[in-house]
């Protein structure tokens, strides 16, 4: 994780440079303002990984004489079977729809989120208060 935090902020000292630059040369603010909008998601993104590469035990990528097969294994938990994210999908659709249909739309769109949004935070909750 330590290498990739690095590529970011890397990557945002060049988008940083390369807004500068176009916001002088073009004067065009829309593009400008995506620009150092690029500058600040890959700033908190390299700040995440590098502050979590800390935390973490070294990983193979990491290490300049590691395989490919020393990072096999398993990555984490994945639930196969959720409809949650179908559900927050959904929502989300309708949500953005609203934007260009109208907003009232928006009514229709919030149920779909609040019940895909719990669902999936409570989805595998075994809490003593579950019934049987």
Not at 106 to 113: D, W
């Amino acid at each position: 994780m330590k290498i990739q935090g690095r590529m970011f902020i890397w990557l945002s000292v060049f988008i940083l440079i390369m807004a500068i630059v176009y916001g002088v040369w073009s004067k065009e603010p829309a593009g400008t303002t995506a620009l150092f909008l690029a500058f600040g998601l890959s700033v908190m993104i390299g700040f995440y990984l590098g502050f979590t590469a800390r935390r973490v035990d070294a990983g193979a990528q990491d290490d300049k004489e590691a395989d490919v097969a020393d990072d096999a294994g398993e990555l984490g938990f994945f639930s196969p079977h959720s409809w949650q994210p179908l559900m927050l999908g959904f929502g989300g659709a309708i949500a953005f729809l609203s934007i260009a249909v109208g907003w009232w739309l928006i009514y229709f769109s919030a149920p779909f989120i609040v019940i895909g949004l719990f669902g999936w935070v409570f989805e595998y909750y075994h809490g003593e208060n579950r019934t049987q």
